[in-house]
């Protein structure tokens, strides 16, 4: 998933008000911004594959440190850690650490058999939406639509500040989305994608710009 990662972002604000949308979409992501230096330091291993399934030509071979459930718990379990020493706000620690299990519950809808349950384990996890484009759409988009409206209810915008932070973000997602899903461009090489992956950090950075117009 994509959108779907940080429809999860938008809608958690519903439960933990005082935590920043950049914070939330930092946990939701996670694993996502984990995996691209991964792949980079040649911990973790992906094959670009074309027609692998409907949405992705990607084949996740090896990437038991970012997205193994065990390894999960603890990358969520040291980021809710980290929070409340940070903030003290234990109900946005929880919160944070739940967003980053929730990114292999996600994954696992969307993969093919190929989420680990632990480094070195055999067992693979995938419920592979990823093989139905169409089945993909309706599950992402009602997930994005549904977070945005969570969101949307549980902040107000601040005085008489301009909202277009906000929907210029919630635009962005969708180009970059539909480009994904529809562009039919498949990555040159892992590097590149590695390195496009990185881009990532940019919608976390602009989750904190959209909490200064929304509280």
């Known amino acids: 998933m994509f959108i779907g990662h940080y429809a999860a972002g938008f809608a958690a604000k519903a ?3 005082r935590t920043s949308l950049g914070t939330l979409f930092l946990a939701a992501a996670f694993l996502d911004l984990l995996w691209p230096t991964f792949l980079l330091l040649g911990i973790e291993r992906v094959r670009i594959e074309p027609g692998m399934t409907a949405v ?19 990358w969520a379990a040291g980021f809710a850690l980290v929070y409340q020493s940070l903030r003290r706000y234990p109900r946005g620690a929880v919160v944070a650490g739940l967003l980053v299990v929730s990114h292999w519950g996600l994954d696992a809808i969307s993969h093919r058999p190929d989420l680990p349950l632990y480094p070195g384990g055999d067992a693979r996890i995938g419920l592979g939406l990823w093989h139905s484009l169409p089945a993909t759409l309706v599950v992402e ?3 994005f639509v549904a977070g945005v409206w969570l969101y949307l209810g549980a902040t107000n915008r601040v005085g008489g500040r301009s909202q277009w932070p906000l929907w210029t973000l919630v635009s962005f997602l969708l180009l970059v989305y ?5 562009g039919g461009a498949t990555p040159p090489s892992v590097t590149a994608l590695a390195w496009a992956g990185q881009a990532q950090w940019l919608l976390v950075a602009w989750g904190y710009w959209v909490e200064r117009c929304r509280v």
């Open 56 to 74: 992705t030509p990607l084949d996740f071979e090896h990437y038991p440190v970012s997205h193994s459930l065990l390894a999960v718990l603890g």
């Open 141 to 143: 988009l009602a997930l």
């Open 178 to 182: 539909a480009g994904n899903v529809f």
């Open 15 to 17: 439960v933990a008000p």
